[in-house]
Structure formats: C-alpha cells, structure tokens
C-alpha cells in the first residue's frame, strides 16, 4: 500500500479538476494528499516551492500546456512522474508527451476505475524511482569507480576473484587463498588486482563488505550483530568499528540517517 504521496491535479475545467479530485480522495481515504491547480502557471508556481509525487495535468490550457507544465517540470529540483490528459484524441499530443518522460495518457472523459488503476501505477513507479534513488546514494565511490573500470577491460582471473569476494563475503577470505585458487603468485595477483581495480585487495574486500552492510542496513530489519556475521565480522565491536572508520558513524545510526532521509527529502 502506498502511503503519504501528494498528488497534484492541474485543469483549466473546475468541474473535471473536481471531478478527479473527489474520486482520488475517495480512494486514497486519507493516505495521500490531494492537491489541485486551476492552470499551468499556477501548477509551476506551487511546484517549485513544494513536492509532488504525481502530476496530472490536462494537455490543453490557456497561457500555459499541459506539455509546457512538464517541459518545466524537468528544470525544477523535484520531479514527479506525469499522467497527461486530454479531451482530444490527437497521436501527436501522445508522442510528444512520451519524449517528455510522460508515463500514460488519459482520454478524456475518465472513468473513475481506469483512473485509479493508472494513479496506483504511477505511484508504484514513484516508488520504484525513490528505492532506486535511495540505494544510489549507498554506492561507495571507490567501489563505483572499480565497477567502472571493470566495465571497460578486465582480466578473467581478476573477475573471477572479485566474483568470489561478492558470493563469500561472509566468510573468511584472503589474498592468498584467492591467489592459490586461480594458481597465481600472491604478490603477483596482488600488484595486478590493485592496478586493474585501482585500490589494493583488502581495501576492496572491506569496502564490499560495509557496502553490502549498508544495503543490509537500509532493505532490512536485521539487528547489527546478524548483519556483521552475515558480512564477515565475527565480532558487532569490530565490525562497528570499520563501519564507523569508512562511513563517519555507527551502523545503528547509519540506518537511522537513511531513514529519516527517505522519509524528508526531496527526491
């Protein structure tokens, strides 16, 4: 169920803005806050000073479209995804609704059963862009750097070994223990793992470790201590003490931060 999204409806026509708006409160029952605008200027200006999660703008307006509203939307630091809508059965409104990022377009007049269907999978795909947001923002860089690198040219056995690392990360693993099960020199795997990853072994190793806590810590319920074995710590004092050292605070108050953060800001 999708809780707490504001919703804003933008029509020139108060019966159909009025329309759409009493449907939508009878079906969100109190969930999601409703907004509605009686013309593109007026949506534009309250979209810059607030948040909306969904915008659902009539195509066709005096002044200001439906498709210059979203044309503006994309500049603005918030951007909801859109339903457009449109009494007129016109292709060309479409296509270029959907260059604009659109993700349906309604004929008007709107059934009440199709319209929530569309709302409901629109604000799943709000959903869907926040998760995706949210975990973007937990990549580490150096390990973001060392995928990209990766992407570009990478040695067999260096994948091969950075794929192990990724499948047994709760487990006790070693550079050298590595280095015999790809039957290379250990400093030799050593010297070539950090010149194609860019950071050397152990750091890499670490670093997988505390991003999986991460994500472990933001996807899940689990308490530290479940988390530190599960990422090869057999020790919560340890384990919060490399957390602390790579991310500047405990992972109790790490999963705490993010929370509250998808919780607060804008998108």
């Known amino acids: ?49 607030q948040t909306a999660d969904l915008l659902i703008t009539d195509v066709r307006m005096p002044e200001f479209s439906g498709l210059s509203l979203v044309e503006a939307v994309q500049q603005f630091p918030s951007k909801p995804v859109v339903l457009i809508m449109s009494g007129h059965a016109d292709f060309q409104y479409a296509q270029q609704a959907i260059k604009l990022g659109v993700v ?16 409901e999978k629109a604000l799943q795909l709000r959903d869907q862009q926040r998760r995706i947001q949210t975990m973007q923002k937990l990549v580490d860089p150096k390990l973001l750097d060392a995928k990209e690198r990766g992407d570009q040219r990478l040695n067999p056995q260096i994948s091969e070994a950075v794929a192990y690392v990724e499948a047994h990360l709760s487990e006790h693993v070693t ?31 670490t670093r997988t470790r505390i991003q999986r806590a991460k994500e472990m810590l933001v996807q899940t319920a689990l308490p530290i201590s479940e988390i530190a074995e599960q990422v090869g710590y057999q020790t919560d004092k340890y384990f919060i003490k490399v957390f602390k050292s790579l991310e500047g605070l405990s992972p109790s108050k790490y999963r705490h931060s993010i929370t509250v953060r998808k919780e607060t800001e804008l998108p």
């Not at 029952?29 to 593109?40: F, P, V, Y």
């Not at 349906?104 to 709302?119: F, G, M, N, S």
């Not at 400093?187 to 010149?195: D, G, H, N, Q, T």
Request: aromatic letters at 8%; charged letters at 30%.
């Open 104 to 119: 349906d377009y309604l004929l008007k007049p709107i059934e009440k059963e199709q319209l929530i269907q569309t709302v």
């Open 1 to 49: 169920m999708i809780h707490g999204r504001t919703i804003l409806i933008v029509d020139d026509e108060p019966r159909t803005r009025e329309g759409i708006r009493k449907t939508l409160e009878g079906w969100s029952a109190g969930r999601n806050e409703i907004r509605t605008a009686a013309s593109g200027v007026e949506a534009a200006a309250w979209l810059r000073e």
């Open 175 to 205: 550079l050298r223990e590595i280095a015999d099960m790809l039957h290379l020199n250990s400093s030799y795997f050593s010297v070539l793992f950090k010149e194609q990853i860019g950071i050397n072994f152990s750091e890499f190793l």
